[in-house]
Nanobody, 122 residues
Framework: QVQLVESGGGLVQAGESLRLSCVAS????????MAWYRQAPGKQRELAAH???????NYADSVKGRFTISRDNVKNTVYLQMNSLKPEDTAVYYCNANVFVARVRLELHDYWGQGTQVTVSS
């Protein structure tokens, strides 16, 4: 089994910064892509940022230039540096990882963290 644990959320004022972390642990052979999604109240979950195993990144238009995703492959950790936060960034942020696990054969599975709340006041 694989677990993803997020940390770093909280309450900040508009214009401030937060850094989210997500650590993957368990029966991991290797991790493919990792991503941060977010879900605001009453809205669907949306992709905020994505990073491949090789470090290629892409971002939602709404966070480009303000958020930076990075990863540490040794620590099985993905980060989301969020700068110039806006009230509309308020959401639960979820970590996602595509993980190779060893079952009868090598398999690729999708895992989610439990979410961390980010609240930005105006």
């Amino acid at each position: 089994q694989v677990q993803l644990v997020e940390s770093g959320g909280g309450l900040v004022q508009a214009g401030e910064s937060l850094r989210l972390s997500c650590v993957a642990s368990g029966s991991i052979v290797s991790i493919n892509a990792m991503a941060w999604y977010r879900q605001a109240p009453g809205k669907q979950r949306e992709l905020a940022a994505h990073i491949t195993s090789g470090g290629n990144t892409n971002y939602a238009d709404s966070v480009k230039g303000r958020f930076t995703i990075s990863r540490d492959n040794v620590k099985n950790t993905v980060y989301l540096q969020m700068n110039s936060l806006k009230p509309e960034d308020t959401a639960v942020y979820y970590c996602n990882a595509n993980v190779f696990v060893a079952r009868v054969r090598l398999e690729l599975h999708d895992y989610w963290g439990q979410g961390t709340q980010v609240t930005v006041s105006s």
